[in-house]
């Protein structure tokens, strides 16, 4: 996570007063000097923390996009109620890729099972709801978005620290700037991973080498296994509101109809599963 500079400016004396616990300084959002002063303070930033050129690079040339702002400033979906949501999301369609692709995938999902102890379904759910598995990843810069993100002063501390992972991701040649294609938010891949997510959870299921999860599902649904798994995925478990693996969903959405609508799409996948297997 970035550091936080708090700048008190009193009529008499202009001062920034640093806290002294942490080594870096967080660039101040919206300053005076526009974007490129933005900019010019998050590339201070990420010298002193050790990102290289091919990391710092990403920087060069960025514009604010201001169709991310506007997509930022109207979030209305979750207002649904969960009957309208989860009627939207969990269409016919979205049902029957997903049982198809719980059979093709079945030997993967499950060896992710055994690794993770996720069950498949709320896998395969996740990846339908998040982009129609895998059909619809988005088609924004994810450097230019969490940096305009970032430029914005609603949620600056979050996003400048997505800014520096994301630039973080580049660094260690996990993908190249041009890979990272993602939605307004910027996130990555098939399930949707923030760059702070691609680079504590994303895996190589098969050892081939760097992650995918642009273009490879099982290294797609083995990282999203890994993720619920680092937030608490009780192996065996149910899913379902009230049931111990719910909270840990909702790390992947806080948002309540969004929880239930992936609990209500997997229990509706898993009784496929459990027809084709009779």
Request: charged residues 25%; proline residues 3%.
């Amino acid at each position: 996570m970035i550091t936080t500079i708090f700048r008190l400016r009193q009529a008499l004396l202009a001062a920034a007063v640093i806290l002294t616990a942490a080594p870096a300084f967080a660039a101040q959002c919206n300053p005076p000097g526009g974007f490129t002063a933005f900019l010019g303070e998050i590339k201070t930033e990420a010298v002193a923390q050790g990102i290289s050129a091919r990391g710092l690079a990403a920087l060069d040339g960025l514009t604010i996009d201001d169709k991310v702002l506007a997509a930022d400033h109207r979030q209305g979906v979750f207002k649904q109620s969960f009957e309208q949501f989860s009627g939207r999301m969990i269409s016919q369609d979205r049902m029957v890729k997903g049982a198809k692709h719980m059979r093709e995938l079945d030997a993967a999902l499950n060896r992710i099972e055994q690794q993770y102890g996720v069950q498949g379904a709320v896998l395969v759910a996740i990846w339908g709801l998040e982009t129609d598995y895998g059909v619809n990843q988005g088609k924004l810069q994810v450097v230019r978005s969490v940096a305009t993100l970032g430029f914005d002063c609603r949620r600056t501390d979050k996003f400048q620290a997505e800014l520096m992972d994301a630039m973080r991701v580049i660094d260690r040649g996990m993908l190249s700037e041009a890979e990272m294609r993602g939605d307004w938010a910027g996130e990555i891949g098939q399930t949707q991973f923030l760059p702070s997510s691609y680079l504590k959870y994303a895996v190589s299921f098969d050892g081939r080498g760097r992650p995918d999860l642009v273009r490879n599902a099982t290294d797609v649904l083995a990282s999203t296994a890994n993720y619920l798994k680092g937030n608490g995925w009780q192996r065996g478990q149910a899913w379902g509101p009230g049931e111990p693996n719910f909270d840990v969903i909702k790390t992947w959405n806080k948002a309540d109809v969004y929880a239930r609508t992936i609990a209500l799409f997997a229990d509706r996948l898993d009784g496929t599963r459990a027809k084709a297997e009779k």
